[in-house]
Structures are given as structure tokens and as C-alpha cells.
């Protein structure tokens, strides 16, 4: 690779928008757990287009303290050898070590060509199973971690994410999240929450999808009724922050109203002539795309009048440096959280390793806090952690993207059979959006298929007593709960938020 200045794409907009790149190696498992998320630059790969790796080198550091090579007694002394190729490839050469190489978990081989789009997406090295790395075109930044960071991580994009959180939180101004679900958005208004002033008020979300229009204005901006005075969600959040999540899921009856208000900068309660002034700190969250917003509509308004200090948050897969790490922390989460009597220094397998690096994660961090708490559950009598079977096939890398190419196609709802509109929900994970771009159909021609069809539903048309039932069966993972009920993991969330469960 040539000493090119790699551009990568920054997560907030009017931060600094490029970085110098150099290719790095990043710890996700290492027998010594506390090695995790550790980093070493192959400088020498990059200046002189040659470098190497082995037990003795190169040194791997974080929090600025000294480095230190892998040290594992497994792995050899003799080098595994990275060389520079023609248009930006490198070749990875193991026939001179002891160490078993192998790529993405796949069988060991003794010689890899990796293109320079593997080293922006970041290729997993798991060397004899036991220590598995990340090798990225990453900014030269120390890995700075700690445990007590509410945005866990150390990728650029969580680092940039954290300094945004710290200015935003000095600034007494609505804030709007953006990200796709399970990305973290609520964890980042938490974190700015807690940053600010506001920290010992309250900390109220509201998920307005799940709010049913007549009732909205009294749940939200309270209501006298039977002669005593119900406070509403905005009077609750009192002084503190109210997060308001996925906006563009709200009806648009609802972003009217919440538009007056906000221009008053007041409620009236249901069934009185009061006015109340709003004291709290108003937080909007999104999964859409800013292009997906209708010009000129309430919502749109609504949007510009909140988003005068804007964070998005990429998905985890473009942040892979992060799994191994957020993965540690979750299992050592749940850990104490479920067996607090035992020791929780179990190890991460290699192989379990490599495939949570390889997999798409269209769940993003939820879908990983799941995978965890479900590999604690089932290594309740195990050495190692272990993962069940049917959980191993789910995270089989697959092609997230291969309806992308389609977007531009348009095609008449009418012609859209039901096995082909079950087979494409399927296949996008019941996300009403990802399926209508899919099969070339609008959103709103999706959900009025969906009403045709017979045995096609919404998670607003499962009864309170399924969703129970697949509750308890499959013990509060909505991952399951989603393949169960065939109904989209977003708006199943939702549901359970509003009937009370702990999800
Ligand atoms: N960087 C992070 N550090 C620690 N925990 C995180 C991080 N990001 C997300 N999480 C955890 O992952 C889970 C999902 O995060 P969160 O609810 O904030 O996502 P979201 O984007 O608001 O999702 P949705 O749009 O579906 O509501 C939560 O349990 C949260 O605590």
C-alpha cells in the first residue's frame, strides 16, 4: 500500500472529515481477556510494504500504556508475513510459522491475498484458535477504553460519538439521534443525559409508535379525569430529558401536535384550561433517512425545529473494531447479572469469535447484547463459552445487500404475489422498509399487502396472549420471538415496551 491518505466516512457531519488510514491489527480474543481491544499499526507494512507478526511481534498497546507483543505460549516465534501487492492488496504468507492461520474461521491455507476492500471492511485473523484479530485500514489513534463509559467502544466513529456527547451535553438544546435499530440511539441520549446538568432529573423515552392516536395527546400532555389530574410523560420528565423514539413511526396527527407545542413551548392537559410550561430537555430519535422525510410535511418541520444538533450513529458493521469488546462486556454483564456466585473469567473460543466478526448484524448492538446474554445462559456447566447450535446457524455470515441493486426498480403492488411478499419479509427481517425497496413497492403498498394477504400480520396485529406466549417460551429473546412470530423485530419491541415487559 502506498502512503496514500486513506478518506474514511465521519459519523457527524461538521467534525473532522477525514483521517489518515494505516493498516491495523486490533485484539478481539486473547486468553488474557483484559488484552481485548488493544491495537498495533503495521507501520512497516505501510512505509516499507512489508511487515510481521509472531509471538514477540509487533507490540500491541491501549490507554497509552506501553505495548506488548501477543506473548501467547501457543503461537510461534517465527513470523507470520504481510507484504505489500500491486493496486492496494496485501498477500499474508504462513509458511514459515508454527501458527495455524486461517482466515474468517475458514480452513487454514498457507498463503492469502486480501484486497484493500477486505481491509476497509476489516479481515479476521484467528491464529491456532485461540487469539483472533482484526486487521483494518484504520486512523492512527491510541485505543482508549473504559468500563465506565455509557457508549462503549473504541472505533473512531464511538470515539467521535463520545465528544460529540460531551459538547451536546453542555448545550442546553433538542438533539436528534439517528441511526438504524439496536445502532445504540437511546444509549447515546442516556449518555448525554447523564453528561448534562440534568443527570439527577428524570430520564424519560416514550416510543410513539406504540402510542394509539386517541389517547396520545392525554399520555403525553396528561389529562383531568374523574376529578384528579393525570400527569403526562412531559411533566413526568419534569427538569430531566424526554426522547422522544422514532418519529417518522408516529402519526401524522401526533406530529402536529407535538409541533405546537413545541412552538409554545407548552402543554394544556386534557379536559383542562391550564397551560403548563415544558421544563425538559426534548430528545427525538430516528432510523430513517434524512431523504425519506417528505418536504414540507408536519413531520419534516417537526424535524428541522428539533434537529439543530444532529448524531448519527453507524451501523456495528462499520465499526467492527468494536465487537470484540462490546462482546466481552455484555458476557461479563450478564454474567454477574446471572450466576453473580462464579467466577466470570470464562474464555471466548477463537471460532465464536471469528464468526461474531464475520456476521451482518442487521440488529446491530442489540442483536449482539442478545447473542451474549444467550451464549452466558447456555454455557451455564461449560469451561469455555458455548454456543447453541441453532444460535450458530443464525449467525452464518450471509449477503445483507443483495437487494440493493434493486431500489430503482418500480413495479405495481398488484403484481406481488403472497409467497413472494412471505419469502421477501423473510428475507429482510419483516422490516417493512428494507421489503419495500426490495420488491421496487412503497412502504404503504407493503402494509396494505400485508392487510390482503391472510396469515401476513404486523406486530400490532399479534394478540397480547401470543406475544406472551412467545415471551416465555422463548425466554425474552426477541431475536427468537421475530423468527417465531414473523413479525419485525422493531415493532415487536414495541409492542412488548407497551404491554410492560422487560426487554
Ligand atoms: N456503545 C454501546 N455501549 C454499551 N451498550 C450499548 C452501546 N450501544 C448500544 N448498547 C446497548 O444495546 C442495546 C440497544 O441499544 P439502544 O436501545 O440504545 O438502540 P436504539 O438504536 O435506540 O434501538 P431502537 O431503534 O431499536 O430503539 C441496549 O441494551 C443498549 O444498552
Known amino acids: 500500500m502506498s502512503a496514500t491518505e486513506y478518506t474514511t466516512k465521519h459519523v457527524v457531519d461538521d467534525l473532522v472529515s477525514s483521517y489518515q488510514r494505516v493498516p491495523m491489527l486490533v485484539i478481539a480474543a486473547h486468553p488474557d481477556r483484559s488484552r481485548i481491544g488493544e491495537r498495533a499499526a503495521l507501520m512497516d507494512l505501510y512505509n516499507e510494504g512489508s511487515d510481521y507478526l509472531s509471538r514477540i511481534k509487533p507490540e500491541f498497546a491501549k490507554n497509552g500504556n506501553a505495548g506488548r507483543a501477543l ?45 484493500e476492500s477486505d481491509l476497509d471492511n476489516g479481515v479476521v485473523i484467528g491464529l491456532n484458535h485461540r487469539i483472533v484479530l482484526l486487521l483494518k485500514l484504520l486512523p492512527l489513534q491510541d485505543s482508549s477504553v473504559d468500563d465506565n463509559d455509557v457508549l462503549f467502544g473504541i472505533s473512531s466513529d464511538i470515539r467521535a460519538i463520545r465528544n460529540r456527547v460531551a459538547q451536546l451535553a453542555g448545550m442546553d438544546l433538542p438533539v436528534m439521534i439517528r441511526g438504524a435499530a439496536g445502532v445504540g440511539k437511546q444509549q447515546a441520549a442516556y449518555a448525554i443525559h447523564q453528561a448534562s446538568e440534568r443527570r439527577e432529573q428524570p430520564f424519560i423515552s416514550v416510543n410513539l409508535a406504540a402510542i394509539h392516536d386517541a389517547v396520545a395527546e392525554a399520555e403525553l400532555f396528561g389529562s383531568y379525569r374523574g376529578g384528579s389530574r393525570q400527569p403526562g410523560y412531559f411533566e413526568q420528565a419534569g427538569s430531566g430529558t424526554i426522547v422522544l423514539e422514532d418519529i417518522e413511526d408516529a402519526s401524522p396527527g401526533l406530529h402536529r401536535l407535538l409541533y405546537t407545542v413545541l412552538q409554545s413551548k407548552s402543554v394544556v392537559p386534557v379536559g383542562t384550561e391550564e397551560t403548563l410550561p415544558i421544563t425538559c430537555r426534548i430528545m427525538l430519535t430516528s432510523h430513517q433517512d434524512s431523504r425519506g422525510f417528505e418536504e414540507n410535511s408536519t413531520l419534516s418541520m417537526l424535524i428541522e425545529k428539533l434537529s439543530a444538533y444532529q448524531l448519527f450513529i453507524p451501523p456495528l458493521t462499520e465499526r467492527r473494531e468494536d465487537i470484540g469488546l462490546l462482546f466481552d462486556y455484555f458476557v461479563r454483564e450478564q454474567w454477574r447479572k446471572l450466576y453473580a456466585d462464579r467466577s466470570h473469567d470464562v474464555k471466548i473460543p477463537g471460532e465464536l469469535m471469528s464468526q461474531l466478526l464475520t456476521f451482518h448484524w442487521p440488529g446491530n448492538v442489540r442483536q449482539l447484547r442478545n447473542v451474549a446474554r444467550q451464549v452466558v445462559i447456555d454455557s451455564r456447566e461449560q469451561e469455555q463459552l458455548h454456543l447453541d447450535p441453532q444460535l450458530l446457524s443464525m449467525l452464518k455470515p450471509s449477503n ?97 415496551k407497551s404491554l410492560g415487559y422487560d426487554i
Request: glycine share 6%; with cysteine; hydrophobic share 30%.
Open 71 to 115: 506473548l501467547d505460549e501457543f503461537i510461534s516465534r517465527s513470523p507470520i508475513i504481510f507484504q505489500r501487492e500491486s493496486g492496494g492488496r496485501i498477500k499474508l504468507k504462513a509458511h514459515s510459522t508454527k501458527t495455524t492461520v486461517t482466515i474468517a474461521g475458514r480452513g487454514a491455507q498457507d498463503e492469502y491475498i486480501l484486497k
Open 400 to 496: 445483507p445487500g443483495h437487494w440493493e441493486d434493486e431500489t430503482s426498480v418500480h413495479r405495481k403492488p398488484n403484481s406481488v404475489s403472497r409467497d413472494e411478499l412471505l419469502e421477501t419479509l423473510r428475507s429482510c427481517r419483516f422490516e417493512l422498509q428494507a421489503t419495500a425497496k426490495a420488491l421496487g413497492i412503497s412502504r404503504a403498498s407493503v402494509y396494505q399487502l400485508i392487510q390482503r394477504f391472510e396469515g401476513v400480520r404486523t406486530a400490532q396485529d399479534l394478540s397480547e396472549e401470543e406475544i406472551k406466549k412467545s415471551y416465555e417460551q422463548n425466554r425474552s429473546d426477541t431475536e427468537k420471538m421475530m423468527w417465531d412470530l414473523q413479525v419485525s423485530q422493531i415493532g415487536l419491541r414495541r409492542r412488548l
